[in-house]
């Protein structure tokens, strides 16, 4: 099984909330991605965590604030946003963060509307 | 720097008919390479990948690519493409000395009655 889930599916959120985003993947993986994918582009890389700390921000903006509180589950908290967050965010995971052959699997994404 | 690049953005083809889309790379070094797919409104499928072993690799859904490393491509074929086949196609590389996944631009494939 190479799943990886996501909830919610759609989010609408405005500038003054606070949401959170969550993932979960039951593969044993102990790298966890999150991406945002902004329409007819690639995703982006915003952060790893590796055996559940965080190992790289791509110098993403504070008001994106991932966590993760264990080895299966992966979130980020979202406040004040900005309408150009808007954009599917991506979930992934893999074996580790070694790259390489390392596969990472990705969920079916949450679509945030920011207004 | 390691850079993927897919030349077509959009690949137009009928129904039935065979599709080859086109992935070539750039990297100084030995690379694993990966075709996903992402439908309409949903997250990336992993296709197919190469990693070692033999060039021609067959995926799901019908789709096979062929590593050539001689000319650093990977393209993408399928003999009959379906209209359920109308998706985005990303190409995208990784290294051992890197934690990163490097994606093409991608290709819009449409497939049409």
């Known amino acids: 099984d190479t799943e990886v889930t996501q909830t919610p599916k759609h989010l609408v959120m405005g500038m003054t909330n606070k949401k959170s985003l969550k993932c979960e993947q039951h593969m044993g993986h102990r790298a966890m991605y999150w991406y945002k994918q902004k329409a007819k582009k690639p995703p982006e890389l915003m952060f790893v965590y590796s055996y559940e700390k965080l190992s790289i921000n791509e110098s993403v903006p504070s008001r994106f604030s991932p966590e993760c509180p264990n080895s299966s589950l992966l979130n980020l908290h979202l406040h004040a946003l900005q309408p150009e967050d808007s954009a599917l965010y991506l979930c992934?995971?893999?074996?580790?963060?070694?790259?390489?052959?390392?596969?990472?699997?990705f969920g079916p994404g949450t679509r945030l509307l920011v207004l | 720097a390691q850079s993927v690049t897919q030349l077509d953005s959009q690949v137009p083809v009928f129904e039935e008919a065979p599709v080859e889309l086109r992935c070539n790379y750039s990297?100084?070094?030995?690379?694993?390479l990966f075709w996903y797919v992402q439908y309409p409104n949903q997250g990336l499928q992993l296709l197919l990948k190469y990693l070692s072993g033999s060039t021609l690799v067959k995926g799901i859904n019908g789709f096979e690519a062929e590593f050539n490393k001689s000319q650093t491509s990977f393209h993408l074929r399928k003999p009959s493409v379906h209209i359920s086949d109308t998706a985005e196609y990303f190409c995208?590389?990784?290294?051992?000395?890197?934690?990163?996944?490097?994606f093409g631009s991608g290709t819009r494939l449409l497939v049409r009655p």
């Open positions: 990297s100084s070094v030995s690379v694993y």
């Open positions: 992934a995971s893999s074996q580790d963060m070694g790259g390489g052959i390392k596969t990472q699997y």
């Open positions: 995208a590389v990784s290294m051992d000395s890197s934690y990163k996944l490097i």
